[in-house]
């Protein structure tokens, strides 16, 4: 990421730990991401990850949720540039695997990624 006066705070559930390796390196790869688009393009001075297990009482499968939080000058997700790949690996990636993301943003800030991956990959 390079020099940068972030800070970047980290509440990881302990099951976390048991993820399947698969979806391991899918979360780490649109957190890495989402980090770094916070920094670079959003000048973030903090940044918050978070990670549980979540298991959803209407019958939903449960899911880990990931969530990247930083306090950075934000964007309009509608307006991200075509040759911008970032977002749009993080959504691949994401959908590979079963899960999704969701971006909360707006100029001005802040910035919210949201990722919601299967308990055991998909296919």
């Not at 977002?87 to 695997?97: E, K």
Request: hydrophobic content about 35%; overall charge neutral.
């Amino acid at each position: 990421l390079g020099p940068s006066s972030s800070a970047v705070t980290w509440n990881m559930d302990p099951d976390v730990n048991a993820i399947d390796p698969h979806l391991a390196m899918t979360a780490y790869r649109v957190v890495v991401e989402s980090i770094r688009n916070a920094v670079r393009h959003g000048r973030a001075n903090r940044i918050a990850v978070s990670a549980h297990r979540h298991d959803a009482a209407s019958g939903d499968a449960p899911r880990w949720l990931i969530e990247v939080r930083d306090d950075g000058v934000g964007f309009d997700p509608r307006c991200v540039p075509e040759d911008r790949f970032g977002i749009r690996s993080m959504t691949g990636r994401a959908q590979l695997v079963g899960g999704q993301i969701s971006i909360e943003s707006q100029p001005g800030g802040p910035t919210c990624v949201r990722v919601g991956l299967p308990i055991q990959p998909v296919g």
